[in-house]
């Protein structure tokens, strides 16, 4: 026993040291983006790794208004809320359906979700833009969130299966006896008590859909439709050809990102507790 303990505790501080190796270099990449939108073009050109010797705030402002990171930011909320929520509600009483049956069928229907996790999604990007193309929903908030929500579905209905398969079923059943029919069941006791996996499921289709740039990129195109990682690539398409405004083209990635930071540092420990609990069921 003691030789095992002796050969596990040098693996363990390797492993430790390199999570926070990982760790450190992801803390330096986001503290060198900071520091490079608050400085000139000519000065990062000069030196790409240094301290703004004037910080320029400006730089977020000429992003917001000139690279047009304003409304693709109110776009972005607008679509990642949108098709979160909905994505939830539509995920919740199927996910409670597939847990609570028990049969071939419900299992085959479980295993087709998951096996949705592994469709790439560049093959649905041609037929997603033909269809909506004859809807006429290209180029808007509705047609982007509708496929958002689309996209959504496997892992949000995989992961809510396990949430309500973890819930005893004497709650429903003391809920019954008190003469609660299946919806008012499922809305007043099951839902509050699976409120921490729906809350998870809502935040991580929100990251992704304010992440997500290969279908907002194909699927819109107008100033007043885009979203910020369109935004960010426009505006590096256009300085091409315009001339480079490093500064800015990095106070544009730090909008996107300051979003992620917040939502991770107050609600990290949540995601990871819920995809842990949801997924191990």
């Not at 005893?168 to 509050?192: H, I, K, N, S, Y």
Request: with cysteine; net charge positive; aromatic share 8%.
């Amino acid at each position: 026993m003691r030789s095992k303990r002796g050969s596990a505790g040098p693996a363990r501080l390797i492993g430790t040291a390199l999570v926070w190796g990982a760790v450190a270099a992801d803390l330096l990449l986001i503290l060198w983006i900071l520091l490079t939108s608050l400085r000139g073009s000519g000065d990062i050109l000069k030196h790409a790794f240094g301290l703004p010797t004037t910080p320029k705030f400006g730089n977020y402002a000429t992003a917001w208004s000139d690279g047009g990171f304003g409304p693709a930011a109110v776009n972005s909320v607008v679509v990642a809320v949108a098709s979160s929520a909905l994505a939830v509600a539509l995920a919740a009483p199927c996910a409670y359906a597939l847990a609570r049956r028990r049969s071939r069928t419900s299992s085959a229907l479980t295993m087709t979700f998951a096996m949705g996790l592994g469709v790439p999604g560049q093959v649905l990007v041609v037929p997603l833009f033909v269809g909506l193309a004859k809807a006429n929903l290209t180029d808007s908030q509705l047609g982007l969130t509708l496929v958002y929500v689309g996209l959504a579905m496997p892992f949000t209905v995989f992961l809510l299966t396990g949430f309500f398969a973890g819930i005893p079923a004497a709650l429903e059943e003391a809920a019954v006896l008190d003469g609660a029919g299946a919806l008012r069941t499922f809305t007043q006791v099951v839902l509050p008590v699976a409120r921490g996996g729906l809350i998870t499921a809502f935040l991580l289709q929100f990251i992704s859909s304010w992440n997500e740039t290969l279908f907002a990129l194909v699927l819109t195109h107008s100033q007043d439709q885009i979203t910020l990682p369109v935004a960010l690539a426009e505006f590096v398409a256009s300085a091409q050809l315009n001339g480079m405004d490093y500064g800015t083209m990095f106070a544009g990635v730090c909008l996107i990102l300051a979003p992620m930071i917040a939502l991770f540092s107050w609600m990290g420990t949540r995601i990871i507790q819920g995809m842990t609990v949801g997924i191990g069921k």
